[in-house]
C-alpha cells in the first residue's frame, strides 16, 4: 500500500514534483486531467484525445506515467470538481479558426470558408487522411496520375479498401502495376514520413480552385435542355454537335425526355411510375407522342401495364385526338419531372446507356 497517494500526501507523488503538485501539496490540473482521464478509460469510454494539440497530449501521457495508485479520497475529491466544472458550462465554442471551420463545416459556402482558411493560414486539424478518405474518387483520380508512383502508393495504402480498388480500376494498366509493385516496398516507411505525406497532399487538395457550380457543365446543359421544348432542344444539340460533338454526346446522355423511356426505364418500374403520374398529363402526352415521333414510348408503356388499364388508356387517347404540339410538351414536361422525382428519391433507378456502364 506504500504506492497509495492520499490527497495530504501529494508531495510524495513524484521527487522532483513533474509540474504534478503545487507548493502547498495539492494536486496540479495536470495530475487531475490524468485521474479523470484514467478512470473513463477504466469504465470504457471513447475519448477523442487524437483531437488535443499534440503538446497535451504528450503532457497527458506524461502525467499519466509518472502516477502510481491513488486513493479512493482523493479520485472522489477529483470527481466532484470535474463534475462541478462541467455542470459550470453553460456553452462550449470550439478552439481557434480551425475549429469554427470545422463547426461550420457545410453551413457556410466552401468559397468564404476556402477564404477565411487562407487569410488565417489555418490548415485541415487532426489527421489529414481522415479527410483525404473522406474526398470523393474523382478528386483523389488526379493524385494517383500525377504524384511519384511512391507518394501514390502511401496514398492507395491509406485509402478504404474498396475505394482504393475502384481508384485503381480507373488508372492506366501500366500505372496502375507500378503503383501497386510501389506498395509491396511501403513497409519501411515511418510514420512521421506518412503524416508528412498527408499533409503534403490535404495542403495541395485545399489549393485546388473551388467551382462556383455544384454540377458539371454536361449536368448543367442537360437539365436546361431537359425542361425546354423539343424544337429548342434539337436545335440546341444540332448546334453543340458543331461545336463540340463530345460535349453534345455527353448531353444527350444527360438528357431524360419522354422519348428516352424505353431506353431508360425497366419494364417493371412502369406500373409504379404510372401510379404518381398526372393521368391527364399521361393521356396528353401519349396522345401527341406519334405526331413527334416517340410512338415507341408510348407502346412500351401501353405494353407494360396492366390489361385493363391500357385498354382504357386507349380509349381516353383515341377520344383527346392530336393535341397541339405545345400542350404535348407541357404534357411530357411533366411526366418527365415526375420520373426524375422518383428518381430522386430512389423509388425508381434509371437504366444506364451501354456506353456508360
Known amino acids: 500500500m506504500k504506492d497509495l497517494i492520499p490527497?495530504?500526501?501529494?508531495?510524495?507523488?513524484?521527487?522532483?514534483?513533474?509540474?504534478?503538485?503545487?507548493?502547498n501539496g495539492k494536486l496540479s490540473r495536470k495530475a487531475k486531467a490524468a485521474i479523470v482521464v484514467r478512470l473513463l478509460l477504466n469504465e470504457g469510454a471513447e475519448i477523442p484525445l487524437e483531437d488535443l494539440p499534440e503538446d497535451l497530449q504528450a503532457q497527458l501521457t506524461k502525467a499519466m506515467g509518472q502516477m502510481r495508485v491513488v486513493d479512493r479520497d482523493t479520485v472522489q475529491q477529483v470527481i466532484d470538481e470535474f463534475a462541478e466544472e462541467v455542470e459550470r458550462i453553460g456553452l462550449s465554442f470550439p478552439g481557434g479558426m480551425a475549429g469554427a471551420l470545422d463547426a461550420l463545416d457545410g453551413k457556410i459556402s466552401p468559397q468564404t470558408a476556402a477564404r477565411l482558411r487562407k487569410e488565417a493560414g489555418v490548415r485541415e486539424a487532426g489527421d489529414p487522411w481522415a479527410r483525404i478518405r473522406e474526398l470523393a474518387p474523382e478528386n483523389l483520380l488526379g493524385v494517383l496520375e500525377e504524384e511519384s508512383i511512391e507518394v501514390a502508393a502511401v496514398m492507395l495504402s491509406k485509402l478504404d479498401v474498396p475505394k482504393a480498388a475502384e481508384l485503381l480500376g480507373k488508372l492506366s494498366g501500366p500505372r496502375a502495376r507500378q503503383i501497386t509493385y510501389a506498395v509491396s516496398l511501403t513497409g519501411a516507411v515511418t510514420p512521421d514520413a506518412v503524416d508528412r505525406i498527408g499533409l503534403s497532399l490535404a495542403s495541395q487538395l485545399d489549393?485546388?480552385?473551388?467551382?462556383?457550380?455544384?454540377?458539371?457543365?454536361?449536368?448543367?446543359?442537360?437539365?436546361?435542355?431537359?425542361?425546354?421544348?423539343?424544337?429548342?432542344?434539337?436545335?440546341?444539340?444540332?448546334?453543340?454537335d458543331e461545336n463540340d460533338e463530345g460535349f453534345a454526346n455527353a448531353v444527350r446522355k444527360a438528357i431524360f425526355t419522354f422519348g428516352n423511356i424505353p431506353a431508360r426505364i425497366a419494364a417493371r418500374d412502369v406500373p409504379r411510375i404510372l401510379r404518381d403520374i398526372d393521368q391527364d398529363a399521361l393521356v396528353i402526352a401519349m396522345a401527341g407522342a406519334p405526331a413527334m415521333g416517340m410512338q415507341e414510348s408510348v407502346d412500351f408503356l401501353l405494353d407494360n401495364m396492366s390489361g385493363r388499364l391500357a385498354d382504357q388508356l386507349r380509349e381516353d387517347i383515341a377520344a383527346k385526338g392530336t393535341p397541339k404540339e405545345a400542350e404535348t410538351d407541357a404534357a411530357m414536361g411533366s411526366v418527365v419531372a415526375t420520373i426524375r422525382q422518383m428518381e430522386a428519391s430512389g423509388e425508381v433507378m434509371m437504366v444506364v446507356p451501354d456506353d456508360e456502364e
Open 7 to 23: 490527497l495530504s500526501a501529494a508531495p510524495a507523488l513524484t521527487p522532483q514534483g513533474g509540474g504534478l503538485v503545487s507548493a
Open 207 to 240: 489549393a485546388r480552385p473551388i467551382s462556383a457550380f455544384e454540377d458539371g457543365p454536361v449536368e448543367r446543359v442537360g437539365a436546361i435542355l431537359n425542361s425546354s421544348t423539343a424544337v429548342t432542344r434539337d436545335d440546341m444539340l444540332a448546334g453543340l
